[in-house]
């Protein structure tokens, strides 16, 4: 219901204001937070004020407001990605203990790759990825995995829209674009070079659900030109198939463990 004289629902403000918080914007003044969502600032302060009292945002010392702790407690307890989190968790940490690089999980939500969760380490190669972030379907491994094994109504939507190059790797057309998902059905995996940031690539393996459903994308992102592919997919699609099973999977994953074919790299 709206009630605001633009015609904006409360429901729509409070989001706006959750979705003004970010990896860079942690915490903020009321005065930057209701630049940063464009509302009145008189707004801004009012829903602060019961957005604080009911514990949705925390007052840190300095005086700036950030996620609450009730935030995270409700949404918690009954997300369904905790239930995948929790699943895929101890194989995400096997395939991380062995590659020693950027491990991650992702899902489609919004025609974005969502990720959920991250291992890291030191020496790890770039990766833009992080819990809580988002990349674009077609401008990374995990975003290609879950478009490959999507509806061909919902990738056809996809490409009829103007898809970004974000380096020369990138695939923006809709003919090659259609060549490389089929690859990734055929072989179970996509390994992509370069196609979001020019230092690292990405191979990733789809997470199947009870119905058979691609709900998930496990990834490792290494430094380019240091994939082993050989040894990483077959790793993967293990890692992938346990995790699967937990979540009541008991099909055959395309693709099976021991095949190691490569997908020709995208240079």
Not at 55 to 81: A, N, Q, T, Y
Not at 121 to 148: E, Q, T, W, Y
Not at 154 to 171: C, E, F, G, N, V
Not at 228 to 248: C, D, E
Request: positive net charge.
């Amino acid at each position: 219901m709206a009630n605001s004289p633009t015609g904006e629902s409360v429901i729509h403000r409070l989001v706006r204001i959750i979705s003004a918080f970010d990896a860079a914007h942690t915490a903020m003044p009321v005065s930057t937070l209701a630049r940063r969502t464009g509302l009145p600032p008189t707004t801004t302060y009012r829903l602060v004020d019961e957005m604080l009292e009911e514990g949705l945002l925390e007052r840190d010392p300095r005086g700036k407001v950030r996620i609450g702790v009730r935030m995270w407690e409700l949404v918690s307890r009954s997300s369904s990605m905790l239930g995948l989190r929790e699943a895929a968790f101890p194989f995400c940490e096997d395939v991380h203990a062995v590659v020693q690089h950027h491990t991650t999980l992702g899902i489609l939500d919004q025609d974005e790759v969502l990720y959920i969760e991250r291992l890291s380490a030191r020496s790890s190669a770039v990766n833009i990825a992080k819990i809580a972030g988002r990349l674009p379907i077609h401008a990374c491994s995990s975003g290609l995995v879950l478009l490959a094994y999507s509806p061909k109504e919902y990738q056809d939507r996809i490409m009829a829209r103007p898809l970004t190059k974000y380096t020369d790797s990138t695939i923006t057309t809709p003919a090659l674009m259609r060549q490389h998902l089929a690859e990734i059905r055929q072989h179970g995996y996509a390994a992509m070079r370069g196609i979001i940031v020019p230092e690292s690539s990405g191979i990733a393996v789809p997470v199947f659900n009870a119905e058979n459903r691609a709900v998930a994308a496990l990834n490792v992102i290494v430094p380019a030109r240091e994939e082993n592919t050989a040894a990483t997919v077959p790793l993967l699609k293990a890692a992938a198939r346990g995790i699967s099973r937990t979540l009541g999977w008991r099909g055959e994953l395309t693709g099976t463990v021991h095949r190691t074919q490569k997908i020709p790299v995208q240079r």
